[in-house]
């Protein structure tokens, strides 16, 4: 498998805390997210050093910490960042800075996010690279309820005829 080969040459790293961060999350979708995002940085970092270069590649960085209403988490790469022009249009469709990419993976990303009521931006990681920074609301706040309503909402939708 290509993407393991590429994860086993990135110096990956967790930051998260030993206490559970609780929000209402589709567990599978949210994974989707996760593998989506690190594997976009390990691909970054693969082209930023050519096919050809021997050993790691770089470094990912993920990390997870609570502020007043929302859990963040850090997705960090010492990579080559996203330019700021490219940054506030990277999660539209068919954008892509990749040579080999669709556009669509960062796009269905913050879709995913968005429904759960956070929110997903493209930054300046401090190793000098790119930081996708993901905000999710704590199970418990106004906004993480408004996304547990929309959900069943879609869902009893989802069963209704068409007529």
């Given at each position: 498998?290509?993407?393991?080969v590429l994860l086993?040459?990135?110096?990956?790293?967790?930051?998260?805390p030993d206490k559970?961060?609780?929000t209402v999350i589709d567990r599978e979708m949210f994974h989707r997210v996760l593998v989506n995002v690190v594997q976009n940085a390990a691909q970054?970092?693969?082209d930023a050093r050519g096919k050809n270069h021997?050993?790691?590649?770089?470094?990912?960085?993920?990390?997870?910490?609570?502020d007043r209403t929302a859990h963040v988490i850090d997705i960090d790469d010492d990579g080559p960042g996203i330019s700021?022009?490219?940054?506030?249009?990277?999660?539209?469709?068919?954008?892509?800075?990749?040579?080999?990419?669709?556009?669509?993976?960062?796009?269905?990303?913050?879709?995913?996010?968005?429904?759960h009521g956070g929110t997903i931006d493209?930054?300046?990681?401090?190793?000098?690279?790119a930081r996708f920074e993901i905000r999710l609301p704590k199970?418990?706040?106004?906004?993480?309820?408004?996304?547990?309503?929309?959900?069943?909402?879609?869902?009893?939708?989802?069963g209704a005829e068409v007529g």
């Amino acid at each position: 498998d290509d993407d393991a080969v590429l994860l086993g040459r990135v110096d990956l790293r967790f930051d998260i805390p030993d206490k559970p961060l609780r929000t209402v999350i589709d567990r599978e979708m949210f994974h989707r997210v996760l593998v989506n995002v690190v594997q976009n940085a390990a691909q970054a970092l693969r082209d930023a050093r050519g096919k050809n270069h021997q050993g790691k590649l770089g470094a990912i960085a993920i990390a997870a910490r609570s502020d007043r209403t929302a859990h963040v988490i850090d997705i960090d790469d010492d990579g080559p960042g996203i330019s700021e022009a490219v940054r506030d249009q990277l999660f539209d469709p068919y954008v892509t800075t990749k040579h080999d990419g669709t556009g669509l993976g960062l796009t269905i990303v913050k879709k995913i996010i968005v429904d759960h009521g956070g929110t997903i931006d493209a930054l300046v990681s401090p190793l000098g690279g790119a930081r996708f920074e993901i905000r999710l609301p704590k199970e418990g706040t106004p906004e993480a309820q408004a996304a547990l309503d929309r959900s069943m909402q879609a869902k009893s939708s989802e069963g209704a005829e068409v007529g």
